[in-house]
């Protein structure tokens, strides 16, 4: 098998078309198909379903894990034997979504500018779904909520946030037990650390059986927010970036809830390829700690309320 073969064959699996392989590798489609079928000839095996997208066949998945070891390996090798050591291939990157609008765009736009040599590829999920996805190599690395995340993985905290409650109309006090029960909550799929910071308050609160209506996407969660659908538990620097198309209000979380450090999630350090050794340079860490203003007001508006 040639390195090039695996190369498209994981091209095309990634992007779901032979077309939009042959132009993120700067070939044409007629070369895609044919590493693609000399591959299937070779291991004698269906790789791929021809279909819209294209979708990798069990055998092909077997493969495709085997592409992205080898493919990596052969790239971080000649990294490492080139002059000055530059990096080679491509970053694959994981991130809530929070933090994709918030704080990727600088650090993200200034590793492309160190380093435009390297592919950047960004996927976003749940902290769930991205743990998972660096434990199985899917992604080099991922930004997410958890403080623990198992003995093969590492976690590095990066930025520390504020957790706030965002409601569409204005809230004079931290709500009650009573009015937590009747509001429902917006929030991502379970997996999503911050969904799970609402289970706990909730539960801290003794809030029996809340509701949670799940989105998809941060833009659905904040503009239904702003429409007075339900509450939400987001960084203050989220809702900071969306003031300007919405309505939004915010209240501190009583004591220590609201405060959440990400961390970025990557294999242990042995097995970093050059590529994630430069981004890791350069990812920051957090700031130290202020308490945020207002939490001391809202966890006595707590208290009085349940008084």
Known sequence: MLIRSL?????????????AAAERLHTVQSNVTAHVKKLETELDARLLERRNPVVATPAGRQLLAYARRIVELHDDALSRFRPGGEPLGELRLGSMETTAAVHLPRLLTDFSRRW????VHLHTGTTGELIEEVRGGRLDAAFVVAED??????LRPVFRERLVLVSGRPLESFPGRADLARMPFLAFRSGCGYRTTIEVLLADLKVAAPRIHEFGS???????VGAGMGLALLPASTVDQYRRRHTLHTLDLPGDRGRVT?????????SWSRALEVFMEGVPGPAGDVEAPGVRAAETELDRAEG
């Open 7 to 19: 190369e498209i064959f994981r091209a095309v699996v990634d992007t779901g078309s032979f077309s």
């Open 116 to 119: 435009p040599q390297l592919g």
């Open 149 to 154: 995340a198992g003995d093969d993985l590492a």
């Open 218 to 224: 941060l833009d659905a969660i904040v503009g239904c």
């Open 262 to 270: 990400t961390m970025i999630a990557t294999l242990k350090q042995a």
